[in-house]
């Protein structure tokens, strides 16, 4: 059982290797002109990602986020210059069905009961994956800071709401695999309806396996084991998924967790957790990080510490306002500036070393990291 498990630790580091130094999928460099025909995959303020038969190409328009969300087609006309496309026209189809609509309702609530820009485009982000609703500049405070991923759904924000959705059921069904299975028809609901990234397909996964684990049996769950399992299913899913730089980082992120988290214990450890798990994604990811954006902030777990409880407060209070409970929603316009003024202190220039510097310095931060972890909190992860 023991040569086993040490198996499985050592696929799962070989694993977390190819997720950090695989380098997403791109397109061929070149020029041209054409028309591209696909289907969107990211909408934010000035543009949006197409899929399509030959590769994946960003469509640089403003105009797209107040029209289409992710899920609908397009139909392109314009010049490519590698993977970027200029459109001169373009024609858009939406996506009839019942997910796009209840999203596009959703978009349109929030653009009727939320006045400000920025709170309401804080809102469909985190609750909807509606990125298109972020301002331009927002979204910039956010990537010179290093927190862009919180604009992202993902883990966190499925981890949020599952455990929500837990104390509910549970408050309403009591204890059992009643309250378990209604919890998770909500988690596969948030899943479906902020998207189906790849990040929240993962997150999903493992929230209801863990929720369903403690229903059924309590104890102790194998998150490495869940983990895998998630990854399965999406490949059965999704087989292209590994060449998706969304998936290369929220698996990695994971699973650099399970391998080199810690658990911080004391007085300062709802401090200290989420900075440490910060510190060791930002350096796990560095390279990956690197090669898609050209270089990682170094505020960015610190930033992300601090933002923990301006997000909460944004998705509860976003929540109520778009149910309409206005008497409480009321405080999302100065949460949300006051979110803002706070990363404006952490806004920095991005860090890009060169391979030979970076790699030696990532594999000493690396086994820092393990050592931190201490042996035996890690093998019991295995056990």
């Excluded at 069905?97 to 809102?123: C, F, K, Q, W």
């Excluded at 401090?271 to 796990?284: E, F």
């Amino acid at each position: 059982m023991e040569l086993s498990n040490r198996a499985v630790a050592a696929a799962s580091v070989l694993l977390l290797i190819l997720f950090l130094t695989v380098r997403p999928q791109t397109v061929n460099n070149g020029y041209s002109h054409g028309v591209w025909r696909g289907k969107l995959t990211t909408v934010t303020a000035k543009g949006g990602m197409l899929s399509t038969g030959t590769g994946n190409y960003w469509v640089a328009s403003s105009l797209l986020a107040g029209e289409v969300l992710r899920g609908d087609s397009l139909l392109v006309l314009g010049y490519r210059s590698g993977m970027f496309i200029t459109p001169f026209g373009i024609r858009s189809k939406l996506s009839r069905s019942p997910v796009s609509r209840i999203r596009r309702s959703y978009r349109d609530r929030l653009l009727n009961t939320i006045s400000d820009s920025v709170a309401r485009g804080l809102t469909g982000g985190l609750l909807m994956g509606l990125r298109g609703l972020i301002p331009a500049g927002t979204a910039s405070v956010f990537k010179q800071s290093g927190t862009s991923h919180l604009l992202a759904l993902s883990g966190l924000h499925t981890g949020i709401v599952a455990l929500v959705l837990l104390y509910l059921t549970k408050l309403v069904l009591g204890k059992g695999i009643l309250s378990g299975w209604a919890a998770v028809t909500g988690i596969v609901a948030f899943t479906v309806l902020s998207g189906g990234r790849a990040s929240t397909v993962r997150a999903g996964i493992m929230a209801s396996s863990v929720v369903l684990w403690l229903s059924y049996r309590g104890g102790g769950v194998h998150l490495l084991t869940l983990w895998w399992a998630a990854l399965a299913v999406s490949l059965v899913i999704s087989p292209g998924i590994l060449s998706d730089r969304g998936a290369q980082m929220s698996y990695g992120a994971v699973l650099s967790l399970i391998v080199f988290g810690g658990n911080p214990r004391g007085r300062f450890s709802v401090i200290l957790a989420p900075l440490y798990a910060g510190i060791t994604v930002t350096v796990c990811l560095a390279p990956l990080i690197t090669a898609v954006y050209g270089g990682f902030s170094w505020t960015g777990p610190v930033a992300t510490a601090v933002s923990l409880p301006f997000m909460l407060m944004v998705m509860a209070l976003g929540f109520t306002g778009s149910a309409g409970l206005t008497q409480v929603s009321v405080l999302l316009n100065p949460v949300t500036h006051l979110w803002m003024q706070t990363l404006e202190l952490f806004q920095c220039t991005p860090v890009s070393l060169s391979p030979g510097i970076m790699y030696p310095v990532w594999v000493f931060l690396l086994v820092c990291l393990r050592i931190i972890s201490r042996w035996n909190r890690f093998n019991r992860r295995f056990r």
